[in-house]
T-cell receptor, first 115, second 113 residues
């Protein structure tokens, strides 16, 4: 069985602060993919990043960075110098070998960036 | 550049009524999905399809039916709506299973009274 845990249901930060969103996953498969999606107030989920289980290299894209650690089964997402436009619900997700067509989503973390 | 389009955006039903939600994608994707989003529950998979003419059950399929007669369309039906089906419904599509990067529609907000 696959499981994704996002323990932080809501986070508030002041603009320009850094913020890290936690994601812990569970799977028995050795091959799997991890994802992050953003759901802005408009409602539509937008894909941010994917990472496969064989690539533990961290990734940076502008103010966004992702830290993948297999040893702790975590795939954390950091926003540096947060902005009001970052306010959204962020979902971590997992698809694993044997059932790649199904993606398991976490419950999401609602981020509010206060000006 | 439409992507994934859901119709309608909002709907109010009375208990026992039926309706169909339409999802259309113009990206020639093989896979399509229906999710429901409820507070504190995240996204839960209702049904999915891995190709034209095929459908499969997801995590919460009871009370729903689906059809994929054309590759670009995926319909979600509620035969006899119940208040427990009040939710926001999202359709998604993906090119394939590995990796399964999904593209989402804007959602349909359904209230069942």
């Amino acid at each position: 069985a696959q499981k994704v845990t996002q323990a932080q249901t809501e986070i508030s930060v002041v603009e320009k602060e850094d913020v890290t969103l936690d994601c812990v996953y569970e799977t028995r498969d050795t091959t799997y993919y991890l994802f992050w999606y953003k759901q802005p107030p408009s409602g539509e989920l937008v894909f941010l990043i994917r990472r496969n289980s064989f690539d533990e290299q961290n990734e940076i894209s502008g103010r966004y960075s992702w830290n993948f650690q297999k040893s702790t089964s975590s795939f954390n997402f950091t926003i540096t110098a947060s902005q009001v436009v970052d306010s959204a619900v962020y979902f971590c997700a997992l698809s694993a070998g044997g059932s790649y067509q199904k993606v398991t989503f976490g419950i999401g973390t609602k981020l509010q960036v206060i000006p | 550049n439409a992507g994934v389009t859901q119709t309608p955006k909002f709907r109010v039903l009375k208990t026992g009524q039926s309706m169909t939600l339409l999802c259309a994608q113009d990206m020639n994707h093989e896979y399509m999905y229906w999710y429901r989003q409820d507070p504190g529950m995240g996204l839960r998979l209702i049904h999915y399809s891995v190709g034209e003419g095929t459908t499969a059950k997801g995590e919460v399929p009871d009370g729903y039916n689906v059809s994929r007669l054309k590759k670009q369309n995926f319909l979600l039906g509620l035969e006899s709506a119940a208040p427990s089906q009040t939710s926001v419904y999202f359709c998604a599509s993906s090119l394939g299973a590995t990796p399964n990067i999904q593209y989402f529609g804007a959602g349909t907000r359904l209230s069942v009274l």
